[in-house]
């Protein structure tokens, strides 16, 4: 197994023990992602670590998607609320390097989207999506789901209808 496929690197950084890096985390962590609003950055594994350098903090964040117009909100979201809670000349650093996967997405992410009534999504097993499980609704749990759009409201999720209850609902895709 290389480094890169490693389990240490598919899972988001563990919040600090102690000290101000994990005021500084617990403070990032409260960010959401404006694509995905009922989730924190730290849900996500987009909050990826916490430095301290030359006594100002710095925030290591992963983005979702590369180029992704909410990189910025989310950057202004943290410096604002570390200024807040006394941590002025905080900088956010943007790491594309291993990229974001929806593994990184914590087990209470995946719980906040199914009651959100959003499909989380699957789980990879060494870097392959797992196809042809199928997609739970939500709603009644069923795995008899069809996709009906690549494209749901966000790119990042498409749009299933469940053949039981007959709901449709947005599955979180995997990436
Ligand atoms: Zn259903």
Redesign the pocket.
């Given at each position: 197994m290389s480094a890169v496929d490693s389990p240490v690197e598919r899972v988001a950084r563990p919040r600090p023990e102690a000290g101000p890096e994990r005021a500084v985390w617990d403070a990032a962590a409260t960010v959401t992602d404006p694509e995905v609003p009922v989730l924190t950055i730290e849900d996500l594994g987009v909050l990826r670590g916490v430095r301290i350098v030359d006594g100002s903090p710095v925030v290591d964040i992963t983005p979702t998607y590369s180029g992704c117009p909410a990189v910025d909100a989310i950057r202004d979201d943290i410096v604002a609320v570390l200024r807040e809670r006394g941590f002025p000349g905080a900088r956010v650093d943007v790491v594309l390097s291993p990229a974001w996967t929806t593994d990184w997405m914590s087990d209470a992410g995946r719980r906040k989207l199914m009651e959100h009534g959003i499909a989380p999504p699957g789980r990879r097993a060494g870097g392959v999506v797992a196809l042809g499980l199928g997609v739970r609704?939500p709603?009644?749990?069923?795995l008899h789901?069809r996709e009906l759009a690549r494209f749901g409201s966000t790119s990042c999720k498409a749009l299933y209808v469940?053949q039981?209850?007959r709901?449709p609902f947005d599955h979180f895709k995997e990436h």
């Open positions: 609704c709603r009644c749990g069923s789901t469940c039981r209850c709901e």
